[in-house]
């Protein structure tokens, strides 16, 4: 089965400073990779994706990931964060063409913004 | 209304009790998702509806009962649940399955956050 794998369950990270969430995944054949945020009390909302061309994905509120194809990695950064980016963060993947377009979760990171 | 928007957003009910969650999603998408989000635990597909047919019940117990009228509404009626059934219900839509039409990222709502005493 596929998987998709986020490395870290918690980062805590000072305000202004970067920030790198890891998400790897378990194939790399055709595959649409998804960062989505989820606020306290909230449902997931998109903050970006990858579907084909560039790798440098830019999303909303400052994030950007990476498609690193022979990693199978799609890792989310931002130069500066703020105290408001704190937040649960999950990657998720479909695998596309004759697989299923319903996507598989990772199990999300906890983004912990001090100040 | 926009987006997908949830009924109840809270809800605590009785083991013997008998209610339902109401999902509603107004981007004209064919798909619709039920998902259940723990505490500690991964995001749990539940159901999904691709143009009102179930196309998967990932192992759900029969208490858990989905309906889905036309592709804008999705039920969940719920009924004699157990305490490890307290959880937010979250529900999703996406559009897929048409040509060039696929957007591939899901669309959630609010959650429904279920207590069951």
């Known amino acids: 089965a596929q998987s998709v794998t986020q490395l870290d369950s918690q980062v805590p990270v000072f305000e202004e400073a970067p920030v790198e969430l890891r998400c790897n995944y378990s194939?790399?054949?055709?595959?649409?990779l998804f960062w989505y945020v989820q606020y306290p009390n909230q449902g997931l909302q998109l903050l970006l994706k990858?579907?084909?061309?560039s790798t440098l994905v830019k999303g909303i509120n400052g994030f950007e990931a990476e498609f690193n194809k022979s990693q199978t990695s799609f890792h989310l950064r931002k130069p500066s964060v703020h105290i408001s980016d704190t937040a649960e963060y999950f990657c998720?993947?479909?695998w596309g063409t004759g697989g299923s377009y319903i996507p598989t979760f990772g199990r999300g990171t906890s983004l912990i913004v001090h100040p | 209304e926009t987006g997908v928007t949830q009924t109840p957003r809270h809800l605590v009910m009785g083991m013997t009790n008998k209610k339902s969650l109401k999902c509603e999603q107004h981007?004209?998408?064919?798909?619709m998702y039920w998902y259940k989000q723990s505490a500690k635990k991964p995001l749990e597909l539940m159901f999904v509806y691709n143009f009102k047919e179930q196309t998967e019940n990932n192992s759900v117990p029969s208490r858990f009962s989905p309906e889905c009228p036309n592709s804008s509404h999705l039920f969940l009626h719920l009924h004699t649940l157990q305490p490890e059934d307290s959880a937010l219900y979250l529900c999703?839509?996406?559009?897929?399955?048409?040509?060039?039409?696929?957007?591939?990222?899901?669309?959630f709502g609010p959650g429904t956050r279920l207590t069951v005493t």
């Open positions: 999703a839509s996406s559009q897929h399955g048409l040509a060039g039409t696929d957007s591939y990222e899901q669309y």
């Open positions: 194939s790399s054949v055709s595959v649409y």
């Open positions: 990858y579907l084909s061309g």
């Open positions: 998720a993947v479909s």
């Open positions: 981007l004209g998408h064919n798909a």
